[in-house]
């Protein structure tokens, strides 16, 4: 391959990197052509974009970006895909999905959340991660229900009371 065809690979990798929040490094090896291109439609459908790249290209695009990724560079070896999304799980999931007794694709690394999980066996622990909007939803959840416990406590048919005994104890402090 051509130095210029190189550097045109590299930047292309670097803008993906850039582009897209969550990345994972899968190994293909033993799909046949039918079976990837299965798991390229799905991917397609799913929006996660699985791109095939030379092990030192994705290397110097790494290295180009200012995130730190020197954790995943001892997986960079043999032949790597990558998956890059906007949903931290959904390409976890999807493998799952697509392998199911099989253990291609296998997972080498994924980064998400800048935290770096190296093999297959972080499978389970990749699906069950939440999206960072999936976390803040449940914290407002959590937050609400108090609130929501009170005003159901006084919309009841016992709020005439509550409101009541809340007139007479302010009544009797006086």
Known sequence: MKKDRK?????????????????????????????????RRMCFRRNIKLRMVKNSLLKRALEEINVDYSELYPVLHGTSSIMLCDN??????????????????????????????????QLETLISLKSREELIGDVIGLLQSPAKNVISALQANGGQKIAGIVKTLSEKSE
């Open 88 to 121: 931290g799980n959904a390409p976890a999931k999807l493998i799952k999905e697509f392998r199911g007794k099989k253990a291609i694709p296998a997972i080498k690394a994924a980064f998400v959340e800048e935290v770096a999980f190296i093999g297959d066996d």
């Open 7 to 39: 550097i045109e690979i590299t930047n292309s990798v670097v803008q993906d990197l850039q582009e897209y929040k969550y990345m994972y490094i899968t190994d293909l090896t033993g799909l046949n052509v039918e079976q990837t291109n299965a798991l």
